[in-house]
C-alpha cells in the first residue's frame, strides 16, 4: 500500500515559481509511475505531468510545458512538480497521484491519490 502527501501548495502572485512535494509511504514506491494532476472549481481533474517509476521518461499537458518540471527522489520516496511562470490560470487544487502502470496513471487512472494541496495565482 502506498499512502501519498502532498505539500509545498500556496497563494502567490503571476510571474511566480512554486515547488510542490510528495512524499510517499511504502518501501514499493520506486517501482511506481507517479503523476501530478489538478482541479479548478467547476472542471475536471486533469494530468499535469507524469514521470515513469526510474524517472527516464516524463510527459507534460500541453498547459504547463516548458514551465513545469517533475522530477523524483526514490532514495527519498518523494515527488516534486517545479512550476515556474505560473498564470492564474493555474489556479487548482493539485493533486499526487502513483500507480503500476504508467499508461493508466497517463488515463487518470492511478491506483493511488493523495489529498490534495491548493495552489492559487493571483493577477
Known amino acids: 500500500q502506498v499512502q501519498l502527501v502532498e505539500s509545498g501548495g500556496g497563494l502567490l502572485q503571476a510571474g511566480g515559481s512554486l515547488r510542490l512535494s510528495c512524499a510517499a509511504s511504502?518501501?514499493?514506491?520506486?517501482?511506481?509511475?507517479t503523476g501530478w494532476f489538478r482541479q479548478a472549481p467547476g472542471k475536471e481533474r486533469d494530468i499535469v505531468a507524469a514521470?515513469?517509476?526510474?524517472?527516464?521518461?516524463?510527459n507534460y499537458a500541453d498547459p504547463v510545458k516548458g514551465r513545469f518540471t517533475i522530477s523524483r527522489d526514490n532514495a527519498k520516496n518523494t515527488v516534486y512538480l517545479q512550476m515556474n511562470s505560473l498564470k492564474p490560470e493555474d489556479t487548482a487544487v493539485y493533486y499526487c497521484?502513483?500507480?503500476?502502470?504508467?499508461?493508466?496513471?497517463?488515463?487518470?487512472?492511478?491506483?493511488?491519490w493523495g489529498q490534495g494541496t491548493q495552489v492559487t495565482v493571483s493577477s
Open positions: 511504502g518501501r514499493t514506491f520506486s517501482t511506481y509511475a
Open positions: 497521484a502513483a500507480g503500476t502502470s504508467y499508461m493508466d496513471l497517463n488515463r487518470g487512472e492511478p491506483d493511488h
Open positions: 514521470i515513469s517509476w526510474s524517472g527516464e521518461s516524463a
